[in-house]
Structures are given as C-alpha cells and as structure tokens.
C-alpha cells in the first residue's frame, strides 16, 4: 500500500516548487489529520469553536518539521479544495507558532493553477486581512479544547523555504534517502 507522506517521488518536493496534500478545505470545521500509519486521512475531530478554516490546509510530504509531523501548509486558493487532493505549490511566506509549548511553522503557498492568486510571490503582496483571519483562526481555534496557540510572526519566502529545506532534511534523517524511481 502506497503512503503519500513517504512514497511520492521526492523530485516532486523541492523547497520552491511541491505537491502539498490538502487535509481540510477552506471554510469546514472538520480537523482531519493525516494517518501516518496508512497514509491515508483520519477525522481528529470537530472543532470545538465556531470559527472555520481560512485557506486549504495539508502537509509537504517527505517533510519532517520539530513537532514531528509533516510540515504543515496553508494553500492560499480561490476555492476550497477537496481533502487528499495533491495540489502543485510554491512558497510565498511562513507563520510561526506555538501550539501547547511546542513550536509548529506552517508554510503559506499558492497554487501554481489558480489565476486568482498565482500572480503573488511574497506574503507582503496580500492583502492584510487574509494574515487578520489566519492570524485570528490559529490564535483561537483550540480554545474551547482548553488549548493554548500563539501565532508569533510572519516570514516572507525566503524564511519558507529555509523551514522547508530543514524539514526535508530532517525526514532524511530521520526516514533516510529514498532514490528516485525510474
């Protein structure tokens, strides 16, 4: 059985150009996960407040980040995209966070196909009421759980693509390399 977390081909995840895997479309209050056993997505739960997923939100796979889970990426999108879908992206910013004391960055990207965000190379070119509601959303959305986040600061493509590259080579070692099929 094929794992989308461990067998796509690692020449498809570069830190300026990958494949995320949306988990939850913009706009549910469904939190499913991925099941690092099957590769496959679990619900983890409803969310306990009445706030909603901002943007699409997934994992770069053959990524490890500190918090021991795939880098997680927000998918910057006109519209919500199903869970499980495999989405072409690049990196446009990053946002730091703590979430229950450990830190957890989550990569801010754009589809490479959607004509209404791909002209946007650089977070600081959004307009300041997408960060509003991210910001908003990841500072109060485990609240009711009796959870605390803290979203710390934003960083620009530069900054998304050194977290990239140190959690790729974080799965690497911690995975080791896995040679490109032919």
């Not at 983890?44 to 889970?69: C, E, M, Q, V, W």
């Not at 957890?104 to 959607?114: F, G, S, T, W």
Request: aromatic letters at 10%; glycine letters at 6%.
């Amino acid at each position: 059985m094929n794992n989308i977390w461990h067998d796509i081909n690692p020449e498809r995840i570069k830190s300026q150009d990958f494949i995320a895997v949306v988990e939850i479309s913009k706009g549910s209050k469904k939190k499913y996960e991925l099941d690092k056993e099957t590769g496959f997505i679990i619900l983890d739960r409803i969310l306990y407040t009445s706030t909603h997923y901002p943007a699409n939100y997934g994992f770069i796979p053959r990524t490890y980040g500190d918090d021991k889970d795939p880098l997680d990426v927000l998918v910057l999108c006109s519209e919500p995209i199903e869970p499980l879908s495999l989405v072409r992206c690049y990196p446009i910013g990053a946002m730091k966070m703590i979430d229950n004391g450990m830190g957890d960055e989550k990569i801010i990207a754009i589809p490479y196909n959607d004509p209404s965000y791909n002209m946007y190379t650089n977070i600081c070119e959004l307009p300041q009421h997408i960060f509003n509601e991210m910001r908003h959303f990841f500072s109060v959305y485990k609240e009711l759980e009796g959870k605390q986040t803290a979203v710390n600061e934003l960083g620009g493509p530069d900054e998304a693509i050194a977290i990239i590259e140190h959690c790729l080579k974080n799965y690497e070692e911690k995975f080791g390399k896995v040679e490109k099929e032919n």
